[in-house]
């Protein structure tokens, strides 16, 4: 909450949620929300990236193999992909990408992610409410910085 609002992102606008994405993404869209910015933390939001609604930990986890996943589909070499998929966490595997060489990675696989939960999450509203809402995604780290947003996540951000 305190990044959103440092972001410029108005308090009336603002809804913090927890582990039950999926039902309250379906209420959005019962409501008629016309838009929604995902903006969370990379550890919780890339569940939705693997088509997870239900993000509490004891239901469904997946984080570092939607992780790896998302690295082979960006073209990683398989010894790099292996390292997120055995890291412990999703930001141990965020460093592993950050120690490469070349840095352009970071914003290739996060590109990538961002813009698939913002689809599966738009996927998601439409298959429970038959209602289309514009859905971005911002996506940040342990240390509050924003790591990527989503085409439609810059277009719902603030100036």
Known sequence: MDLSQKQGIEPGRRLKTANWMGPM?????ELG?????LF???????????????????VADGRQEIMAAYCA??????AVVQQVLAS?????????????ADSSWVARVYGLLAERIA???????????????QVGSVLFDRQRQIIVKS???????PS
Not at 88 to 98: D, F, H, Y
Not at 119 to 133: A, G
Not at 151 to 157: C, D, E, N, V
């Open 73 to 78: 589909q960006a073209g990683l070499e398989t």
């Open 40 to 58: 969370g933390y990379h550890g919780k939001l890339i569940k939705l990236a693997g088509g997870i609604f239900h993000t509490h930990h004891h």
């Open 88 to 100: 412990k966490t999703t930001e141990a595997a965020l460093q592993v990408l950050r120690s490469l």
């Open 151 to 157: 085409a439609i996540g810059q277009t719902l951000m």
């Open 33 to 37: 929300v016309r838009s929604i910015l």
């Open 25 to 29: 993404l379906a209420e959005a869209g």
């Open 119 to 133: 689809v599966r999450s738009r996927t998601y509203i439409r298959m429970h409410t038959e209602q289309t809402v």
